[in-house]
Protein backbone atom coordinates (compact mmCIF):
# COMPACT_ATOMS: atom_id res chain seq x y z
CA UNK A 1 0.00 0.00 0.00
CA UNK A 2 1.16 3.26 -0.74
CA UNK A 3 0.60 7.51 -0.25
CA UNK A 4 -0.86 8.13 -3.58
CA UNK A 5 -0.17 12.32 -2.36
CA UNK A 6 3.03 11.26 -1.57
CA UNK A 7 3.92 10.33 -5.23
CA UNK A 8 2.61 13.68 -6.09
CA UNK A 9 4.49 15.37 -3.30
CA UNK A 10 8.00 14.43 -4.52
CA UNK A 11 7.44 15.71 -7.81
CA UNK A 12 7.86 19.62 -6.67
CA UNK A 13 10.31 21.77 -9.27
CA UNK A 14 14.02 20.77 -8.01
CA UNK A 15 17.13 22.32 -7.73
CA UNK A 16 19.85 22.40 -9.90
CA UNK A 17 21.89 19.54 -8.22
CA UNK A 18 18.89 17.22 -7.16
CA UNK A 19 20.21 14.70 -10.43
CA UNK A 20 23.83 14.88 -9.47
CA UNK A 21 22.92 14.36 -5.95
CA UNK A 22 20.27 11.44 -6.14
CA UNK A 23 21.91 9.41 -8.45
CA UNK A 24 25.60 9.95 -6.45
CA UNK A 25 23.96 8.49 -3.61
CA UNK A 26 22.42 5.51 -5.37
CA UNK A 27 26.17 4.89 -7.29
CA UNK A 28 27.07 4.65 -3.76
CA UNK A 29 24.42 2.23 -2.30
CA UNK A 30 24.71 -0.08 -4.98
CA UNK A 31 28.11 -0.17 -4.39
CA UNK A 32 27.97 -1.09 -1.16
CA UNK A 33 25.42 -3.72 -1.46
CA UNK A 34 22.09 -2.38 0.05
CA UNK A 35 19.24 -3.94 -1.28
CA UNK A 36 18.85 -1.06 -4.31
CA UNK A 37 19.24 -2.64 -7.25
CA UNK A 38 18.93 0.69 -9.75
CA UNK A 39 16.60 3.75 -10.45
CA UNK A 40 13.50 4.38 -11.77
CA UNK A 41 12.07 8.14 -13.02
CA UNK A 42 8.91 9.13 -10.91
CA UNK A 43 5.63 10.33 -13.54
CA UNK A 44 2.28 11.72 -13.11
CA UNK A 45 -0.80 11.73 -15.06
CA UNK A 46 0.20 15.60 -15.84
CA UNK A 47 3.68 14.73 -17.14
CA UNK A 48 4.42 15.30 -20.75
CA UNK A 49 5.13 12.56 -23.42
CA UNK A 50 8.70 12.70 -23.45
CA UNK A 51 8.83 12.40 -19.72
CA UNK A 52 6.50 9.44 -19.42
CA UNK A 53 8.87 7.56 -21.62
CA UNK A 54 11.44 7.11 -19.23
CA UNK A 55 8.67 5.80 -17.03
CA UNK A 56 8.48 2.08 -16.18
CA UNK A 57 12.23 1.39 -17.08
CA UNK A 58 14.99 0.30 -14.25
CA UNK A 59 18.37 2.29 -14.85
CA UNK A 60 21.49 1.82 -13.10
CA UNK A 61 22.34 5.36 -12.19
CA UNK A 62 25.51 5.86 -14.58
CA UNK A 63 22.42 5.47 -17.39
CA UNK A 64 19.78 7.47 -15.76
CA UNK A 65 18.13 10.52 -17.94
CA UNK A 66 18.75 13.35 -15.56
CA UNK A 67 16.54 15.49 -14.05
CA UNK A 68 14.78 17.88 -15.42
CA UNK A 69 14.44 15.95 -18.86
CA UNK A 70 15.81 17.46 -21.23
CA UNK A 71 13.02 18.35 -23.92
CA UNK A 72 10.39 18.48 -21.29
CA UNK A 73 7.40 20.24 -22.12
CA UNK A 74 5.57 20.42 -18.80
CA UNK A 75 4.21 24.09 -18.29
CA UNK A 76 6.43 25.77 -15.40
CA UNK A 77 8.94 22.94 -15.89
CA UNK A 78 9.81 19.09 -15.31
CA UNK A 79 8.54 17.93 -12.50
CA UNK A 80 9.85 14.60 -12.41
CA UNK A 81 11.95 12.56 -9.79
CA UNK A 82 13.88 9.66 -9.21
CA UNK A 83 12.98 6.27 -6.68
CA UNK A 84 15.16 3.92 -5.77
CA UNK A 85 14.25 0.25 -6.91
CA UNK A 86 15.02 -2.45 -4.47
CA UNK A 87 16.00 -6.44 -4.98
CA UNK A 88 12.93 -7.40 -3.82
CA UNK A 89 11.15 -5.84 -6.17
CA UNK A 90 13.18 -7.93 -9.04
CA UNK A 91 12.65 -10.67 -7.17
CA UNK A 92 8.47 -10.03 -6.97
CA UNK A 93 8.11 -8.60 -10.78
CA UNK A 94 10.56 -9.52 -13.32
CA UNK A 95 10.99 -7.89 -16.25
CA UNK B 1 4.26 17.88 31.66
CA UNK B 2 1.72 20.79 33.21
CA UNK B 3 3.19 23.17 31.04
CA UNK B 4 2.51 21.07 28.04
CA UNK B 5 -1.11 20.41 28.94
CA UNK B 6 -1.10 24.36 29.49
CA UNK B 7 0.03 24.77 25.84
CA UNK B 8 -2.25 22.43 24.31
CA UNK B 9 -5.50 25.23 23.85
CA UNK B 10 -3.25 27.48 22.70
CA UNK B 11 -1.87 25.43 19.60
CA UNK B 12 -5.50 24.38 18.89
CA UNK B 13 -5.98 27.94 18.62
CA UNK B 14 -2.65 28.23 17.08
CA UNK B 15 -3.85 25.72 14.04
CA UNK B 16 -7.38 27.40 14.25
CA UNK B 17 -6.39 31.48 13.92
CA UNK B 18 -2.72 31.51 13.39
CA UNK B 19 -2.43 32.94 16.83
CA UNK B 20 -0.78 32.88 19.19
CA UNK B 21 2.49 32.06 17.58
CA UNK B 22 4.31 28.89 19.10
CA UNK B 23 7.12 27.49 19.02
CA UNK B 24 7.00 23.35 18.51
CA UNK B 25 6.99 21.44 21.58
CA UNK B 26 7.98 18.17 19.86
CA UNK B 27 11.41 18.14 18.26
CA UNK B 28 13.15 15.57 15.59
CA UNK B 29 16.49 16.13 15.02
CA UNK B 30 18.38 14.36 12.77
CA UNK B 31 22.65 14.89 13.13
CA UNK B 32 23.62 13.01 10.44
CA UNK B 33 21.70 10.65 8.19
CA UNK B 34 24.74 7.73 8.65
CA UNK B 35 24.03 4.29 9.14
CA UNK B 36 25.25 1.41 9.44
CA UNK B 37 22.25 -0.48 9.01
CA UNK B 38 20.93 -2.01 5.52
CA UNK B 39 17.69 -2.17 5.85
CA UNK B 40 14.83 -3.42 3.64
CA UNK B 41 12.48 -0.52 4.95
CA UNK B 42 14.86 2.61 4.51
CA UNK B 43 17.43 3.99 1.87
CA UNK B 44 18.72 6.95 4.55
CA UNK B 45 22.04 5.25 4.93
CA UNK B 46 23.40 6.45 1.33
CA UNK B 47 22.73 10.30 2.11
CA UNK B 48 25.82 12.09 2.92
CA UNK B 49 25.07 15.91 4.15
CA UNK B 50 27.20 18.29 5.11
CA UNK B 51 26.31 18.60 8.80
CA UNK B 52 25.65 20.89 11.20
CA UNK B 53 28.38 21.37 13.70
CA UNK B 54 27.91 21.34 17.81
CA UNK B 55 28.80 24.83 17.61
CA UNK B 56 25.87 25.21 15.14
CA UNK B 57 23.50 23.05 17.07
CA UNK B 58 24.08 24.91 20.03
CA UNK B 59 23.35 28.12 18.58
CA UNK B 60 20.04 26.67 17.40
CA UNK B 61 19.01 25.23 20.71
CA UNK B 62 19.92 29.20 21.65
CA UNK B 63 16.98 30.30 19.45
CA UNK B 64 14.58 27.60 20.94
CA UNK B 65 14.49 28.04 24.78
CA UNK B 66 12.65 26.53 26.92
CA UNK B 67 10.00 25.64 24.18
CA UNK B 68 10.73 21.80 23.18
CA UNK B 69 9.30 19.52 25.65
CA UNK B 70 10.08 16.02 23.74
CA UNK B 71 13.09 15.96 21.61
CA UNK B 72 13.88 12.82 19.45
CA UNK B 73 17.71 12.48 18.40
CA UNK B 74 17.21 10.63 15.26
CA UNK B 75 19.30 9.21 12.38
CA UNK B 76 20.64 7.19 10.33
CA UNK B 77 22.26 6.02 13.53
CA UNK B 78 22.44 8.40 16.22
CA UNK B 79 25.65 6.75 17.58
CA UNK B 80 26.80 7.19 14.75
CA UNK B 81 27.13 10.48 15.03
CA UNK B 82 30.24 11.64 17.16
CA UNK B 83 29.55 14.33 19.17
CA UNK B 84 26.09 13.03 19.98
CA UNK B 85 27.14 13.31 24.32
CA UNK B 86 27.85 16.72 23.61
CA UNK B 87 24.83 17.60 21.66
CA UNK B 88 22.42 16.37 24.24
CA UNK B 89 24.31 18.18 26.97
CA UNK B 90 23.64 21.12 24.93
CA UNK B 91 20.17 20.72 24.49
CA UNK B 92 19.37 20.30 27.81
CA UNK B 93 21.52 23.34 29.02
CA UNK B 94 19.48 25.60 26.66
CA UNK B 95 16.05 23.66 26.49
CA UNK B 96 15.44 21.62 29.60
CA UNK B 97 13.34 19.40 27.74
CA UNK B 98 11.55 16.83 30.15
CA UNK B 99 12.19 13.65 27.42
CA UNK B 100 14.98 12.91 25.20
CA UNK B 101 14.21 9.65 23.06
CA UNK B 102 17.22 8.42 21.25
CA UNK B 103 16.58 5.23 19.12
CA UNK B 104 19.44 2.60 18.06
CA UNK B 105 20.42 -0.21 15.44
CA UNK B 106 22.96 -1.46 18.68
CA UNK B 107 25.50 -2.22 16.09
CA UNK B 108 28.01 -0.26 18.04
CA UNK B 109 26.69 -1.73 21.36
CA UNK B 110 30.12 -1.79 22.80
CA UNK B 111 30.16 1.85 23.18
CA UNK B 112 25.96 2.60 23.18
CA UNK B 113 26.15 2.20 27.21
CA UNK B 114 29.08 4.42 27.99
CA UNK B 115 27.28 6.91 25.97
CA UNK B 116 23.61 6.54 27.35
CA UNK B 117 24.91 6.85 31.05
CA UNK B 118 27.11 9.86 30.29
CA UNK B 119 23.66 11.18 28.51
CA UNK B 120 21.83 9.91 31.13
CA UNK B 121 23.86 11.78 33.97
CA UNK B 122 24.70 15.07 32.41
CA UNK B 123 20.56 15.40 31.86
CA UNK B 124 19.32 14.54 35.36
CA UNK B 125 15.93 15.99 35.28
CA UNK B 126 15.37 14.79 31.45
CA UNK B 127 13.83 11.23 30.91
CA UNK B 128 16.27 9.48 28.80
CA UNK B 129 14.57 6.78 26.57
CA UNK B 130 16.50 4.68 24.10
CA UNK B 131 14.90 2.99 21.61
CA UNK B 132 16.22 -0.83 20.33
CA UNK B 133 14.74 -1.51 17.02
CA UNK B 134 14.15 -5.11 16.65
CA UNK B 135 11.89 -5.99 13.37
CA UNK B 136 12.52 -9.99 13.97
CA UNK B 137 13.93 -12.61 15.73
CA UNK B 138 16.62 -13.95 15.17
CA UNK B 139 18.19 -14.12 11.45
CA UNK B 140 14.58 -12.56 10.27
CA UNK B 141 15.79 -9.12 12.43
CA UNK B 142 19.15 -9.49 10.50
CA UNK B 143 17.62 -10.29 7.48
CA UNK B 144 15.43 -7.10 7.45
CA UNK B 145 18.10 -5.31 9.04
CA UNK B 146 20.92 -6.54 5.94
CA UNK B 147 23.34 -7.21 8.97
CA UNK B 148 24.33 -10.62 9.80
CA UNK B 149 24.61 -11.05 14.07
CA UNK B 150 22.64 -7.65 14.56
CA UNK B 151 20.22 -9.43 16.87
CA UNK B 152 22.54 -10.96 18.78
CA UNK B 153 24.03 -7.39 19.22
CA UNK B 154 20.56 -5.90 20.20
CA UNK B 155 20.42 -8.82 22.76
CA UNK B 156 24.15 -7.24 23.67
CA UNK B 157 23.18 -3.81 23.73
CA UNK B 158 19.77 -4.74 25.60
CA UNK B 159 21.39 -6.58 28.61
CA UNK B 160 24.09 -3.64 28.81
CA UNK B 161 21.35 -0.78 28.75
CA UNK B 162 19.68 -3.04 31.34
CA UNK B 163 22.56 -2.91 33.97
CA UNK B 164 23.30 0.82 33.82
CA UNK B 165 21.86 2.38 37.05
CA UNK B 166 20.44 5.44 35.66
CA UNK B 167 17.31 6.03 37.48
CA UNK B 168 15.92 8.51 34.16
CA UNK B 169 16.33 6.06 31.64
CA UNK B 170 13.88 4.01 29.70
CA UNK B 171 14.71 1.12 27.74
CA UNK B 172 12.48 0.25 25.32
CA UNK B 173 12.02 -1.90 22.38
CA UNK B 174 10.79 -0.38 18.76
CA UNK B 175 9.37 -2.73 15.87
CA UNK B 176 8.93 -1.34 12.15
CA UNK B 177 6.00 -3.54 11.42
CA UNK B 178 6.64 -3.80 7.23
CA UNK B 179 5.54 -6.53 4.56
CA UNK B 180 8.63 -8.39 5.10
CA UNK B 181 7.61 -9.29 9.10
CA UNK B 182 3.95 -8.72 9.22
CA UNK B 183 3.52 -12.45 9.34
CA UNK B 184 5.72 -12.54 12.01
CA UNK B 185 4.13 -10.09 14.20
CA UNK B 186 3.11 -12.72 16.81
CA UNK B 187 6.73 -14.06 17.73
CA UNK B 188 8.05 -10.73 17.32
CA UNK B 189 5.09 -9.57 20.43
CA UNK B 190 6.02 -12.83 21.92
CA UNK B 191 9.84 -11.94 22.08
CA UNK B 192 9.32 -8.52 23.19
CA UNK B 193 6.92 -8.63 26.04
CA UNK B 194 9.03 -11.36 27.10
CA UNK B 195 12.34 -8.89 26.97
CA UNK B 196 11.25 -6.68 30.10
CA UNK B 197 11.77 -3.92 28.54
CA UNK B 198 10.29 -0.65 29.70
CA UNK B 199 7.97 -0.15 26.57
CA UNK B 200 7.69 -1.93 23.94
CA UNK B 201 6.06 0.32 20.54
CA UNK B 202 5.61 -0.77 17.00
CA UNK B 203 5.23 1.81 14.14
CA UNK B 204 3.85 0.71 10.35
CA UNK B 205 6.48 1.57 7.61
CA UNK B 206 5.55 3.73 5.21
CA UNK B 207 6.78 5.52 2.77
CA UNK B 208 8.93 9.04 3.84
CA UNK B 209 11.16 11.87 1.75
CA UNK B 210 13.66 11.55 4.46
CA UNK B 211 14.27 8.00 4.28
CA UNK B 212 14.19 7.58 0.32
CA UNK B 213 11.44 5.07 0.46
CA UNK B 214 9.06 7.25 -1.23
CA UNK B 215 7.40 4.66 -4.18
CA UNK B 216 8.87 1.70 -2.75
CA UNK B 217 6.07 -0.69 -1.45
CA UNK B 218 7.12 -1.38 2.36
CA UNK B 219 4.30 -0.94 3.72
CA UNK B 220 1.94 -4.44 4.90
CA UNK B 221 -1.28 -4.19 3.77
CA UNK B 222 -4.28 -2.99 5.54
CA UNK B 223 -5.87 -6.24 6.01
CA UNK B 224 -2.73 -8.16 7.60
CA UNK B 225 -1.63 -4.74 9.85
CA UNK B 226 -5.09 -4.70 10.95
CA UNK B 227 -4.77 -8.60 12.22
CA UNK B 228 -0.81 -7.27 13.61
CA UNK B 229 -2.72 -4.32 15.33
CA UNK B 230 -5.38 -5.90 17.43
CA UNK B 231 -3.30 -8.99 18.25
CA UNK B 232 -1.00 -6.15 19.86
CA UNK B 233 -3.56 -4.27 21.26
CA UNK B 234 -5.61 -7.70 22.80
CA UNK B 235 -2.17 -8.75 24.70
CA UNK B 236 -1.67 -4.83 25.73
CA UNK B 237 -5.11 -5.27 27.15
CA UNK B 238 -4.84 -8.56 28.82
CA UNK B 239 -2.24 -6.44 31.29
CA UNK B 240 -2.74 -4.04 34.11
CA UNK B 241 -0.57 -0.89 34.49
CA UNK B 242 0.09 1.39 37.41
CA UNK B 243 0.69 5.42 37.45
CA UNK B 244 1.60 7.01 34.28
CA UNK B 245 2.25 3.62 33.00
CA UNK B 246 -2.21 3.67 32.84
CA UNK B 247 -1.95 6.66 30.38
CA UNK B 248 0.84 5.65 28.48
CA UNK B 249 -0.32 2.07 27.44
CA UNK B 250 -4.15 3.46 26.73
CA UNK B 251 -2.40 6.49 24.25
CA UNK B 252 -0.71 3.83 22.66
CA UNK B 253 -3.88 1.62 21.76
CA UNK B 254 -5.54 5.08 20.72
CA UNK B 255 -2.81 5.19 18.35
CA UNK B 256 -2.78 1.43 16.86
CA UNK B 257 -6.74 2.54 16.63
CA UNK B 258 -6.02 5.90 14.15
CA UNK B 259 -3.72 4.02 12.64
CA UNK B 260 -6.08 1.54 11.57
CA UNK B 261 -8.30 4.21 10.85
CA UNK B 262 -5.80 6.39 8.46
CA UNK B 263 -5.21 3.38 6.69
CA UNK B 264 -9.02 2.73 6.07
CA UNK B 265 -10.03 6.21 5.23
CA UNK B 266 -6.53 7.60 3.67
CA UNK B 267 -7.19 11.17 5.33
CA UNK B 268 -6.15 12.60 8.45
CA UNK B 269 -8.46 11.52 11.04
CA UNK B 270 -8.09 13.57 13.28
CA UNK B 271 -6.04 17.25 12.74
CA UNK B 272 -1.95 16.72 12.33
CA UNK B 273 0.14 19.44 14.43
CA UNK B 274 2.96 18.99 12.43
CA UNK B 275 4.01 22.40 11.58
CA UNK B 276 2.61 23.92 14.71
CA UNK B 277 3.82 21.59 17.47
CA UNK B 278 6.11 19.49 16.35
CA UNK B 279 8.97 19.82 13.74
CA UNK B 280 12.08 18.30 12.40
CA UNK B 281 15.61 19.73 12.14
CA UNK B 282 17.71 17.90 9.43
CA UNK B 283 21.72 17.07 9.48
CA UNK B 284 22.44 20.11 7.32
CA UNK B 285 20.28 22.59 8.89
CA UNK B 286 17.29 22.21 7.01
CA UNK B 287 13.95 22.60 9.18
CA UNK B 288 11.23 20.58 7.96
CA UNK B 289 7.32 20.23 9.26
CA UNK B 290 8.20 16.38 9.35
CA UNK B 291 10.17 13.33 7.64
CA UNK B 292 7.52 12.03 5.70
CA UNK B 293 6.71 15.05 4.08
CA UNK B 294 10.43 16.75 4.32
CA UNK B 295 9.26 20.20 2.54
CA UNK B 296 12.08 22.62 3.13
CA UNK B 297 10.83 25.36 4.91
CA UNK B 298 14.79 27.20 4.94
CA UNK B 299 17.79 26.36 6.57
CA UNK B 300 18.73 27.83 9.47
CA UNK B 301 22.30 28.78 8.32
CA UNK B 302 20.64 31.18 6.09
CA UNK B 303 18.89 32.46 9.47
CA UNK B 304 22.12 32.83 11.96
CA UNK B 305 20.72 29.93 13.40
CA UNK B 306 17.35 31.50 14.61
CA UNK B 307 14.77 28.53 14.49
CA UNK B 308 12.08 31.34 15.21
CA UNK B 309 12.31 33.20 11.89
CA UNK B 310 11.91 30.16 9.78
CA UNK B 311 8.77 28.65 12.21
CA UNK B 312 6.90 32.40 11.92
CA UNK B 313 7.61 32.82 7.78
CA UNK B 314 5.52 32.86 5.17
CA UNK B 315 7.30 29.60 3.87
CA UNK B 316 5.70 27.97 6.82
CA UNK B 317 2.87 29.31 6.50
CA UNK B 318 1.97 27.82 3.11
CA UNK B 319 3.25 24.47 4.04
CA UNK B 320 1.19 24.71 7.70
CA UNK B 321 -1.83 25.69 5.07
CA UNK B 322 -1.41 22.57 2.78
CA UNK B 323 -1.19 20.22 5.63
CA UNK B 324 -4.59 22.00 7.54
CA UNK B 325 -6.10 21.44 4.00
CA UNK B 326 -5.40 17.83 4.22
CA UNK B 327 -3.32 17.32 1.28
CA UNK B 328 -1.41 15.06 3.29
CA UNK B 329 -1.91 11.72 5.45
CA UNK B 330 0.61 9.79 7.54
CA UNK B 331 0.58 7.08 10.18
CA UNK B 332 4.25 8.82 11.43
CA UNK B 333 4.33 7.89 15.00
CA UNK B 334 6.23 10.53 16.22
CA UNK B 335 3.73 13.23 15.13
CA UNK B 336 0.85 11.30 16.17
CA UNK B 337 1.30 11.07 19.58
CA UNK B 338 0.86 14.92 19.34
CA UNK B 339 -1.75 15.23 17.26
CA UNK B 340 -3.52 12.96 19.87
CA UNK B 341 -2.29 15.19 22.81
CA UNK B 342 -3.94 17.61 20.95
CA UNK B 343 -7.08 16.26 20.39
CA UNK B 344 -9.27 16.43 22.80
CA UNK B 345 -11.87 13.71 22.22
CA UNK B 346 -8.59 11.32 22.24
CA UNK B 347 -7.68 13.32 24.94
CA UNK B 348 -11.46 12.63 27.45
CA UNK B 349 -11.65 8.68 25.65
CA UNK B 350 -8.10 8.04 27.75
CA UNK B 351 -8.77 10.09 30.58
CA UNK B 352 -11.82 7.57 30.62
CA UNK B 353 -10.17 4.37 30.36
CA UNK B 354 -7.83 5.30 33.09
CA UNK B 355 -10.39 6.68 35.48
CA UNK B 356 -12.15 3.56 34.71
CA UNK B 357 -9.69 1.52 35.19
CA UNK B 358 -10.21 -0.44 31.86
CA UNK B 359 -6.89 -1.78 31.56
CA UNK B 360 -7.21 -5.06 33.17
CA UNK B 361 -4.59 -5.63 35.78
CA UNK B 362 -1.20 -6.63 34.80
CA UNK B 363 1.99 -7.62 36.03
CA UNK B 364 2.97 -7.24 32.80
CA UNK B 365 6.94 -7.15 31.96
CA UNK B 366 6.08 -4.44 29.10
CA UNK B 367 4.74 -0.52 29.78
CA UNK B 368 6.19 -0.90 33.71
CA UNK B 369 8.78 -2.67 35.62
CA UNK B 370 7.62 -2.62 39.28
CA UNK B 371 11.83 -2.70 40.62
CA UNK B 372 12.36 0.44 38.40
CA UNK B 373 11.07 3.95 39.56
CA UNK B 374 7.71 4.81 38.60
CA UNK B 375 8.75 7.66 37.30
CA UNK B 376 10.71 5.88 34.34
CA UNK B 377 7.78 5.61 32.05
CA UNK B 378 6.73 8.03 30.57
CA UNK B 379 4.75 8.59 27.06
Not at chain 1, 66 to 72: D, K, L, R, Y
Not at chain 2, 30 to 49: A, D, G, V
Not at chain 2, 161 to 185: K, Q, T, W, Y
Request: include cysteine.
Amino acid sequence: MQWRWLQDHVRKPKDSLYAQRVLERYRMGMKARGAIRGVQVIVGDDSCPICRQYAGAVYHPDDAPIIPITGCTQQGGCRCAYRAVMDYEEAENPR
Amino acid sequence: MIDVMRKIPLFILNRRFGWPKMLPINLTLSPSPRCNSRCLTCNIWMKREDELRLDEWDRVFQSLGRAPFWFTVSGGEPFMFRDLVPLCQSLYKHCKPGIINIPTNSLMYKIIPGKVEAICKSCPDAQVIINLSLDGVGEKHDRIRGIPGNFEKFEQNFRALRELNCPNLNVGIHSVISRFNVDDARELYDYAFGAKSDSYITEIAEQRVELDTVGVDITPTRDKYAWAIDELIARIERRKFRGISQVTEAFRVEYYKLVKEILSEETQSIPCFAGWASAQIYANGEVWPCCIRADNLANLRDVDYDFGRIWFSPEADRVRTSIRNKECHCTLANASYTNMLMHLPTVARVGAKVVGSSLPVLNGPVGVDPSRSPSTTKI
